[in-house]
């Protein structure tokens, strides 16, 4: 079993930053998860942001969605932390942040939230013009 819980979320201007972290407790050992950030705003669709996989070399892979590439970062701190960087938000940015995460490593996987066992709860970021 494996508990998540993300924090950093709030209220910031356009053209602002917030770093969100996601934090993994319950397993011996969490270097082996797969997590990935999603976002849900209201009346759409969870969208996949972006995610990190175990590089064999000890490193971590990061992927991430073509429409999070060059504002959004995924950093890998320790085995149990993951942090969502984002950059330069806008309005459109405004939704429920959540992390995720499971214990395959396939990139092809990556993407799709049907893939996750293991959710947190979320955190909201609200983004003001």
């Known amino acids: 079993q494996v508990q998540l819980v993300e924090s950093g979320g709030g209220l910031v201007h356009a053209g602002g930053s917030l770093r969100l972290s996601c934090a993994a407790s319950?397993?011996?050992?969490?270097?082996?998860?797969?997590i990935g950030w999603f976002r849900q705003a209201s009346g759409k669709e969870r969208e996949f942001i972006g995610g990190?996989?175990?590089?064999?070399?000890?490193?971590?892979?990061a992927d991430y969605a073509d429409s999070a590439k060059g504002r959004f970062t995924i950093i890998r701190a320790d085995e149990n932390t993951v942090y969502l960087q984002m950059n330069s938000l806008k309005p459109e940015d405004t939704a429920l942040y959540y992390c995720?995460?499971?214990?395959?490593?396939?990139?092809?996987?990556?993407?799709?939230?049907?893939?996750?066992?293991?959710w947190g709860q979320g955190t909201q970021v609200t983004v003001s013009s």
């Open positions: 995720a995460a499971d214990t395959w490593n396939d990139k092809s996987r990556i993407a799709d939230s049907a893939n996750y066992k293991y």
């Open positions: 319950g397993r011996t050992s969490s270097k082996s998860l797969t």
């Open positions: 990190t996989r175990w590089n064999v070399g000890s490193a971590y892979y």
